[in-house]
Every structure is written in C-alpha cells, then in structure tokens.
C-alpha cells in the first residue's frame, strides 16, 4: 500500500481494518515544522505539539464540517496540516461530500453569514473508509453479499463522479495486510518529502500531490514509453483529466518511495491499479 501524502479511500469488508489503518495515518506523516505550527494557531486558535487528526461522524452537519461565518471553524480547518478521518464515507449527507469537492480543490473554505465573510485554509489528508455495498460482502472471499444490485449501485453512486475523482487513491483492504514497522516507514516518507521539496521547492511546491494541474505534465517527466502507456490507459478507462495528472503524480511519488530517478511502466501500472477499485466492484454486481 502507496503510505504518502494523498487523499485516500480505504474500502473493503467489514472487520479488515480499514479503520484501524485510518487511525495511522498521521502517526507516518512527519513532523511539524515551526512554520505549520504557526499556521494552525493563527487559524484555530491552538498551537499544536503534534499533527491532527481529526475523526468526523456521518452525521455531521455543514457548519461543524465546514464552519460558521459567525467565527467558529469546522472540521477541515482543525484538520489543517493533519489527517481529516471520514469513516463511513457514504453515509455523510449530501451537502456535505458536494462542499467537500470545493475544500479538496482549493485547500480553502469560505464561509458565508449574511454579508459577512470569512476564508479559513483546509489543507489535510483525506482518509475515508467505507464498506463496498450496504451489507459489506460485496467482494467478500467467502461470504455471500444479500443486498439487490439496485441498492448497490446507489451505494457505489455515491462513491463515484466528481467527489472519488479528487481522491487520489482507492485502496481495496484485505484481512491479511502485511504489518510494516511503522518508524521505517516514517522514515521512508520523510525521505520522499525531503526528496520532493528539494526537487520543486523552487517552482513552489513542496510534493507532488500539491503540483496544480496545469503544471504536472511539465514538471514531471516520463519517457515516450510511459506517456503512451497513460494516455492508452486513460482513453481506454474513461478517465478524466483529473484523475489522469493524479496518476502521475502517484507514479512520481512510487518511483521516489522505490528510490528510482525515472518513472516506469511499473510505478506507472501501480498508480493505475488505485483507480480501478469502485470499477472493478461495479463489475461484480449481477
């Protein structure tokens, strides 16, 4: 599994851990910097020891999601620099997965009371989970998924579209997960970091998963080879232009975890295989 920087949807069956893998995630990120410390007291009011990570209910209505224009942030802004846990990804009201789409794409959220405005930042890592249909078994090894293919095409639903298509990866959870230490994989992730900011620090970007669109096919580079293995896959999968730049910017992000200097069909078949999840699920439903 891809441990880095990036918005991620954690699916499988119920009692796999998808929770649990969740919950340690902030615990891989590297450190705050004095600056991000800064950043989060001058936005909430708090100067953090250590990263957030903040676990938000279904249930949660757009104000405590998102914030008030009366003064009181939401969620997404106490997740700033941290880890956002959505668990039971399909369940949260509508008005909120839609806000969700704005927060992901501009890092910000405004707020909005009367005449009154107030912009608060909202840069995290998304980690949502969810079970792949209602009941949970839909792709279960052994168990037997009793929910009608209706139902589960509406619950699928509301995993695809434009709100999947800004997470950039959607991970398929199994029983037998191997367990990593997790300090070594810490340690590999700030090395990626390290790597990366040296890298385009001067065209002003810390990592890859922050390069804006319009920028990535110039600033990371694949051989002839690659690209027209991507762009094959991309018109053979449907798949949008954004969802087409995650993928190399995953592929980037691969090759650095694996220490290799240049992209390969390798880093570049991985950074695919995280976009064929709800697919493939669809593809099991009579």
Excluded at 130 to 148: A, I, Q, R
Excluded at 167 to 193: G, S
Aim: some cysteine.
């Amino acid at each position: 599994m891809l441990k880095t920087v990036y918005n991620i949807l954690l699916m499988g069956n119920p009692g796999v851990g998808k929770s649990m893998v969740a919950e340690r995630m902030v615990g891989i990120m590297p450190s705050m910097n004095n600056s991000e410390k800064l950043d989060l007291l001058s936005s909430t009011g708090a100067l953090p020891e250590h990263r957030p990570a903040r676990f938000t209910s279904w249930n949660s209505t757009p104000a405590g999601f998102f914030g008030s224009a009366k003064g009181t942030p939401g969620e997404v802004t106490y997740a700033h620099r941290g880890v956002l846990i959505m668990d039971e990804f399909p369940q949260y009201r509508k008005d909120v997965l839609e806000g969700l789409r704005t927060v992901l794409d501009s890092r910000t959220v405004l707020a909005s009371y009367g005449s009154q405005r107030l912009t608060w930042p909202a840069d995290f890592l998304l980690v949502a989970t969810s079970n792949p249909c209602p009941c949970g078994y839909l792709g279960h090894p052994k168990k037997v998924c009793k929910d009608s293919p209706a139902s589960v095409t509406r619950y699928l639903g509301r995993l695809s579209g434009p709100v999947a298509d800004r997470i950039d990866l959607h991970y398929w959870v199994k029983a037998d997960e191997p367990n990593e230490d997790m300090t070594m994989v810490e340690e590999r992730i700030q090395k990626v970091w390290s790597i990366q900011k040296e890298r385009w620090e001067s065209e002003g970007f810390v990592h890859a998963g922050h390069i804006t669109g319009e920028r990535v096919d110039e600033l990371i580079e694949i051989s002839s080879s690659v690209r027209k293995l991507l762009d094959d896959s991309v018109e053979k999968a449907g798949l949008s232009r954004r969802e087409r730049h995650k993928i190399l910017r995953l592929s980037r992000t691969i090759a650095d975890l694996q220490g290799d200097r240049d992209i390969g069909i390798n880093h570049l078949t991985e950074a695919i295989s995280y976009r064929q999840v709800i697919p493939w699920l669809r593809s099991l439903v009579p």
